[in-house]
């Protein structure tokens, strides 16, 4: 005897479309009938009739309608959840396709942060950029770690390149790579005072200018923190807090600054950017440096590409120092 769950299935398979699926996720994405046939280039009434389809093939209402638009039921709410998989798995299967079809080309896109941006990412979008020079990499910059996540959760990116949080956690969707250990430095430029010292105090730069981010706000102030606490001085002072690592480098080139840099930064980039690390006896440890992908996602060939490359560049920085 077939089930009822069975006959549901059986039924949503032969007669729900792809089509009608578009219009239901523009609608409640959009939060009108209106504004979504705009937006598809169809009559407010063959997107009405779209979603009354879809309401009598699945048997429950999916959309609240109200004077100033609509929003999903809860069940509109469990079917856009997986709206969005179905419509990234195609999207992935067309960008295949296409790598298939010519190997040389191909978009990836990155979750990262502005910390990232200065140090191995670039490296890492260069190398692979001579040797596919038609790849696009599209990368989307997060305040935070935790946006980043967001952003691989609801497929606004392919995979999450940066530093990880700590302690971390195990997510029953997310498939978690630690590449190598990336302590801050201290860092000022050549022009520096404190650069004509063989060895600095920690307590002798406490009262410098600093910029780094507000110390409340969780990120690298939290790692500076941590280490000064741990020997039992006072935080600097922070003369700028702001949320900008191009901004620290920028005034610590001038050479009245000092601020924190990842190694592989200080290592990758020092040079470019300016920075020179001061000779000061405070390790700063701070999160690892991993890549994040979802465990339900089945990654891309241009994706796959990044992270091989990725994994080589680490290899130097994850050896004990």
Request: proline share 6%; with cysteine.
């Amino acid at each position: 005897m077939v089930s009822k769950i069975d006959s549901l299935d059986e039924r949503v398979m032969r007669r729900l479309k792809l089509r009608e699926l578009r219009i239901f996720t523009t609608v409640a994405e959009t939060g009108s009938m209106g504004k979504a046939a705009l937006q598809l280039a169809l009559s407010q009434p063959a997107v009405s009739k779209a979603i009354a389809e879809m309401e009598h093939t699945l048997g429950v209402k999916l959309l609240d309608r109200r004077a100033q638009g609509v929003d999903p039921t809860l069940y509109g709410r469990v079917l856009l959840k997986w709206s969005v998989a179905v419509f990234d798995d195609l999207r992935q299967s067309v960008r295949e396709i296409e790598f298939l079809a010519d190997p040389t080309r191909g978009e990836i896109r990155i979750g990262s942060t502005e910390m990232m941006n200065a140090g191995l990412l670039p490296t890492v979008i260069d190398r692979l950029s001579q040797q596919y020079p038609r790849l696009v990499f599209t990368v989307v910059q997060a305040p935070t770690i935790a946006a980043q996540y967001r952003d691989l959760r609801e497929r606004q990116v392919d995979l999450v390149f940066g530093r990880l949080l700590t302690p971390i956690k195990s997510e029953d969707d997310l498939e978690t790579e630690i590449l190598f250990e990336d302590p801050l430095i201290i860092v000022a430029s050549a022009g520096n005072k404190w650069l004509r010292r063989r060895k600095i105090k920690p307590a002798e730069l406490i009262d410098e200018r600093w910029c780094l981010m507000t110390y409340h706000i969780t990120g690298v102030s939290t790692f500076v923190t941590q280490a000064f606490r741990a020997r039992g001085l006072e935080l600097p002072r922070l003369t700028v807090r702001s949320n900008s690592p191009h901004l620290y480098y920028a005034l610590v080139h001038t050479g009245r600054f000092l601020s924190v840099a990842p190694l592989s930064t200080l290592s990758l980039s020092g040079k470019r950017l300016g920075l020179r690390a001061l000779p000061v006896d405070l390790p700063i440890p701070a999160g690892p440096i991993g890549l994040v992908t979802l465990k339900n996602r089945t990654i891309s060939p241009v994706a796959q590409l990044f992270i091989d490359c990725a994994r080589k560049l680490a290899k130097p920085f994850a050896k004990p120092r």
